[in-house]
């Protein structure tokens, strides 16, 4: 009989070449590496994660790329939402978990493999987003996690691989960096504790601009459509706003939140692009939407950010809160100034044809064209009368 045959989930990183090595080597596994891209990675980077996971022993590595799927099933949404986890995160690395796993199971199925391998750890969000589409799509597949089952330390993890010869800058890996289309995670030492910060050189982009920056973003239908006036595909506008505002070494901060198996978390991260376009559509909404829709919109974009960060893509009601937030782009559209300087940015105004802010109607605090002044008197009575009857009845005041 031949060796059995499993899938793993690689991203050439040290939890991931771990696996790698003790699968094939110490267990006797048949290793087929993936890696699922999600715009994280250019071409050069690829091709020296496939070198990396022959050279640990693997039968066969396979490169998948979603980048366009991971728009169009997800960011889209996260930006239609305005999707910010607790007022901070842009769910850099969360988000894209979901379909990273998906891909894998498909690739899975394909390859007529039983068994999928991950490196998560036991403390973390992963193991559940991995777990939970695994058993979702494929009943029965059995999931191995090294790391997670032998509760192994990232110290532990380097002195294995030195012990086979492994050579790697390990000083580099001394914060686990995940980058993806909508931001890049970073974590390690200082994120471990609740009074200690990353340093500067933690991070991946360094700043390298100085003064002020004017860049221009045209929405249609809530969507990037043109970066500084020249039109380009979302997917574009994403890594061209990165790329103009990572100079500035903006879009740095640290997430703390409630993970999904009920501990506490810190992660660092980089996401330049999505908080900017988060920020400056949210700004046009302002303008565009009603007060109404902007209430009934950030209740269920909340609800999508936690079910998205939870693992919990997959439930029917993301279909559902989809269409109402894509129904809710129908007149978002204009153009944005952004102004970007080192470590910050200021959204600066907007202008649109369907701004709601209209000087035909009234200009706030100065004039009003639509109304008169003996309209609010009247306005203002009925508006008090249910208070004034209970506070009358009750004898509150």
Not at 129 to 151: A, H
Request: include cysteine.
């Amino acid at each position: 009989m031949g060796k059995e045959k499993v899938v793993l989930a690689f991203s050439g990183g040290l939890d991931t070449s771990y696996c790698a090595k003790y699968l094939s080597e110490e267990k006797g596994y048949e290793v087929h590496s993936v890696i699922v891209n999600t715009g994280g990675f250019n071409a050069a980077e690829l091709s020296e994660i496939e070198r990396k996971a022959y050279m640990l022993g693997v039968r066969h590595h396979e490169t998948i790329d979603i980048t366009d799927e991971y728009y169009d099933k997800c960011i889209k949404y996260m930006i239609f939402g305005n999707i910010l986890k607790n007022n901070t995160y842009p769910l850099s690395v969360s988000s894209e978990r979901v379909f990273q796993a998906i891909a894998i199971v498909e690739y899975a199925k394909k390859t007529g493999a039983s068994s999928i391998a991950h490196g998560s750890t036991g403390a973390g969000n992963d193991q559940v987003r991995f777990d939970l589409v695994f058993q979702i799509m494929m009943p029965g597949v059995r999931v191995i996690t090294p790391i997670r089952e032998m509760k192994l330390s990232r110290d532990a993890e380097i002195a294995y691989l030195k012990s086979k010869g492994i050579e790697d800058n390990w000083m580099k890996k001394t914060y686990s960096i995940n980058k993806g289309l909508w931001g890049t995670s970073i974590g390690g030492r200082e994120t471990l504790s609740s009074d200690t910060w990353l340093p500067d050189e933690a991070y991946p982009s360094q700043l390298t601009k100085e003064g002020e920056e004017i860049l221009e973003l045209i929405f249609k239908c809530g969507e990037p459509d043109s970066v500084n006036f020249q039109k380009i595909a979302p997917v574009e506008a994403i890594r061209r706003i990165e790329e103009i505002a990572s100079a500035y070494a903006i879009g740095r901060d640290i997430h703390v939140g409630d993970t999904i198996i009920g501990i506490k978390g810190r992660v660092g991260f980089e996401a330049a692009a999505p908080l900017i376009l988060i920020k400056a559509h949210h700004l046009l909404e302002k303008h565009v939407l009603t007060k109404w829709q902007q209430y009934w919109k950030e209740q269920l974009s909340n609800w999508y950010g936690m079910l998205l960060h939870e693992g919990q893509y997959l439930e029917p009601v993301m279909r559902n809160i989809e269409k109402f937030l894509t129904d809710s782009q129908k007149y978002v559209s204009g153009r944005v100034k952004v102004a970007l300087r080192p470590y910050r940015f200021e959204v600066l105004g907007i202008s649109s044809d369907h701004d709601l802010m209209n000087a035909h109607f009234a200009r706030y605090g100065e004039e009003n064209t639509a109304f008169t002044g003996d309209d609010v008197i009247g306005f203002t009575k009925i508006l008090a009368n249910q208070m004034k009857i209970y506070g009358t009845v009750n004898n509150e005041w």
